[in-house]
């Protein structure tokens, strides 16, 4: 069973985690899959954005360690550390690095369980398309587990302190959509027959931006200026290379011509 199915559809590379019985939780296998699927999309001009996602009605449900604390494997604590030293360090971590430096904007599809890991990997992407009946939890307490996949960081940035302790504290804690949209984690929330077709949509549009402008922007977004004086110097050397881009001059063409533009990322 291959761990990561993939299918380009025209400008968009659909990704999706392929752990069924497992809801899709991460396995070494997958994670290995995630690094070369993004890192590849990196280097392809032609893949202009991605759409990652699970199968089976599940985004993800977190790490999945069941081979790895198999009847096989060293019981002791010092067993368990070096999983985590293999699995999270080594594994894990350079597929959640891969989805959060991609140069190409990052939809996420959630249905069902985004939950644990399978949490952290859908806040690491850029846009968020949630089901109506999907729902995010931090849940690694309820199995007296310390939050990974940088869980706590994203939280506080994205949510804030107050309501970053309320979900990782409570074990019980689920965030529904309809609460995830409040917070401003999901950009949409759909019925769940229409999620996969609206997740698409809007990877589509983001696909069509000018991918200089867009690259830059998420570097700028996900690493800010420690001040708005910074900020000011920093944006000065990317205005300057995208005003002198041939996209540049498309998209002020198409505005004055009132059509669509079509940029090429040159």
């Keep these: 069973m291959e761990p990561l199915l993939s299918v380009r559809r025209g400008a968009v590379l659909e990704l999706r985690m392929n752990n069924p019985k497992r809801r899709n939780g991460l396995t070494v296998e997958i994670a290995d899959a995630l690094v070369a699927a993004f890192e590849g999309a990196a280097r392809d001009a032609a893949i202009r954005a991605v759409l990652l996602g699970g199968v089976e009605g599940h985004f993800s449900s977190g790490a999945d360690l069941s081979a790895a604390l198999s009847g096989e494997a060293d019981p002791s604590a010092e067993g368990r550390r070096r999983v985590g030293q293999t699995h999270l360090v080594e594994r894990f971590h350079p597929a959640l690095r891969a989805i959060w430096h991609c140069s190409k904007p990052v939809v996420a599809e959630l249905a069902g369980a985004s939950v644990g890991f399978g949490m952290s990997i859908a806040l690491a992407c850029d846009v968020r398309v949630m089901a109506e009946d999907a729902y995010l939890g931090c849940g690694f307490l309820k199995i007296g587990l310390f939050p990974d996949g940088g869980a706590l960081w994203q939280l506080d940035r994205l949510v804030g302190l107050a309501r970053a302790l309320e979900l990782v504290l409570d074990p019980e804690r689920r965030l529904t959509a ?16 229409l999620l996969a077709g609206e997740a698409l949509a809007v990877a589509e549009r983001l696909a069509a931006g000018p991918p200089l402008v867009i690259e830059e922007a998420k570097r700028q977004l996900r690493d800010p200026s420690p001040s708005f004086g910074a900020a000011l110097e920093r944006e000065v050397a990317p205005v300057k290379d995208c005003l002198a881009s041939d996209d540049a001059a498309e998209g002020l063409f198409a505005f004055f011509e009132k059509r669509a533009p079509k940029f090429k990322g040159g």
């Design 178 to 193: 309809a609460e995830a949209q409040a917070w401003g984690l999901a950009a949409k929330v759909v019925a769940p027959a």
